[in-house]
């Protein structure tokens, strides 16, 4: 079973996927082409902005109980005219994107004409969940915005902690078992049952 749309030919001579990301935001989803300048409309007519100063991390699939994470980060040299980027994410806080679905995509190009007038759908490839946003200045000029996320089953390797108790039980499935007020909490045993 493949990925990509039919009609989509991986083997052709001019053949090409484009990385794209769109991050959920309290004021909507914002979209952005990976590693490339420029903008790019999708056959949906959604803009997709694009830069050289975005950049992702390593992306992995969640296996084997892993919940990888990762970050994009956004490199820039502030321009003095303009307004201080770093504050005004800043003024935003964490709370605007943590939890929310950050999405990477695939956008398949068959030919040169692709890039102006796209005919297959971008490709849902990754879906991560946003964690936190951090802030690095280095030196006067030099400025970094990222924002970190994890795979969207981090802590499904840990154990609950749940025992079989009606409380434990209404906590996991949302409705009480009264049938569990009978189950034992403990191993004691006042005497031995065998040998």
Known sequence: ??????????????????????????????????????????????????????????????????????????????????????????????????????????QPIGSMAEFHAPVHPPVRWLTRRGGHIEFDLSGGLERRITLTFEGPFTGRNTAPGLQYTVADHARLIGAPNSSLRFMPTDTFQEEKLFG
Do not use: H
Not at 20 to 45: E, H, K, N, P, Q
Not at 55 to 61: C, H, W
């Open 1 to 106: 079973m493949s990925i990509f749309p039919a009609g989509f030919n991986p083997r052709a001579d001019a053949v090409g996927l484009m990385d794209m990301v769109s991050i959920d935001t309290a004021d909507g989803v914002f979209r952005f082409l990976l590693g490339a300048d420029g903008r790019f409309v999708d056959v949906a007519a959604r803009e997709w902005i694009g830069s050289q100063l975005i950049d992702s991390s390593e992306l992995r699939l969640s296996i084997q109980g892993e919940a990888p994470a990762g970050s994009l980060s956004l490199t820039f040299i502030p321009d003095p005219d303009d307004g201080d980027l770093v504050a005004q994410v800043r003024a935003l806080g964490t709370d605007y994107v943590r939890g929310r679905e950050i999405v990477f995509w695939l």
